[in-house]
């Protein structure tokens, strides 16, 4: 799976590209850029993913040859978004997580995160079901993606999500990203 586009406009602007820049780059218009980092235009499967894989090329050539999957964990604790909110807190205290990914019959439907939990600290009720709750998705990236791309990501999001062949085989936290540079630097 790819990236959301919506991330297009924060990754271009951390690698100082322009929209001409990118635009070229993926052989596309710039009008089209614009459009798509506002929100008003959804391209083609194909004009997408040469963005997308513009922006990879980029942080590729400026990176450090390590992939996603190199770093990522592969036990993707996870919980269904039918499960109560006491369930969820069990497994983030018992694994020594911050966030959880919401699975449903192996289809990413959301994310939950401390931060989602402590914003309804008042009325959080052990009851509630995590799907009323949860946040959206966390970004889901190939795993022979960059770890600048990741880095990237994480900038903005608690979390990553790998996939080889479509699935989901791994996440990729901060601390996995502190550990590799902690590490190996």
Not at 7 to 19: A, F
Not at 79 to 106: C, F, H, R
Request: proline share 4%; net charge negative.
């Amino acid at each position: 799976m790819l990236r959301d586009l919506k991330d297009v406009r924060k990754i271009r602007k951390n690698l100082s590209l322009t929209q001409a820049e990118l635009a070229k780059m993926a052989d596309v218009s710039q009008s089209l850029i614009a459009k798509i980092e506002c929100g008003s235009a959804t391209p083609s499967y194909d004009k997408g993913k040469a963005i997308l894989d513009a922006l990879d090329n980029v942080i590729r050539s400026r990176g450090s040859g390590l992939c996603a999957g190199d770093i990522h964990t592969t036990d993707v604790i996870h919980i269904d978004p039918e499960d109560k909110v006491g369930t969820a807190l069990k497994l983030m205290k018992d694994n020594a997580v911050s966030q959880l990914p919401v699975i449903q019959n192996d289809i990413v439907m959301g994310g939950l995160t401390e931060r989602c939990l402590l914003n309804r600290f008042d009325k959080l009720d052990r009851e509630w079901t995590v799907r009323e709750i949860m946040e959206d998705p966390f970004p889901i990236i190939p795993a022979t993606s960059s770890i600048e791309l990741v880095r990237e990501l994480l900038l903005y999001y608690p979390s990553v999500l790998t996939t080889v062949d479509g699935n989901i085989k791994g996440i990729i936290t901060k601390a996995n990203l502190l550990e590799e540079i902690l590490d190996n630097r």
